[in-house]
Nanobody, 121 residues
Framework: QVQLVESGGGLVQPGGSLRLSCAASGTIFTIGLMNWYRQAPGSQRELVASIDRSGFTNLDDAVKGRFSISRDNAKNTVYLQMNSLKPEDTAIYYC???????????????WGQGTQVTVSS
């Protein structure tokens, strides 16, 4: 059984910062790509940021220069540092990880339950 648990969401004023965390737990053998997605009301879920096991990152153009993604492989945790937040960043943020469990032996994607980020004055 694998769980991805996000934390760190909340209400913040425009221009503020938040740091999201996502911790993976369970019978995990290894984790490959880790991603952050977001979904605003009435919109499709979109990829915000990705990081591979070696630390190579990719960010959506809408958040470049404001957001950064990092991970701690020893803790099976991925982070999303969000600075200079804008109202349009308001969404539910989901963690996603491509990982192998001891019981399965194949890479599969798992999702967290999401954490709400609201940017408003």
């Amino acid at each position: 059984q694998v769980q991805l648990v996000e934390s760190g969401g909340g209400l913040v004023q425009p221009g503020g910062s938040l740091r999201l965390s996502c911790a993976a737990s369970g019978t995990i053998f290894t984790i490959g790509l880790m991603n952050w997605y977001r979904q605003a009301p009435g919109s499709q879920r979109e990829l915000v940021a990705s990081i591979d096991r070696s630390g190579f990152t990719n960010l959506d153009d809408a958040v470049k220069g404001r957001f950064s993604i990092s991970r701690d492989n020893a803790k099976n945790t991925v982070y999303l540092q969000m600075n200079s937040l804008k109202p349009e960043d308001t969404a539910i943020y989901y963690c996603n990880a491509d990982l192998v469990t001891y019981s399965d032996g194949r890479y599969r994607y798992y999702w967290g339950q999401g954490t709400q980020v609201t940017v408003s004055s």
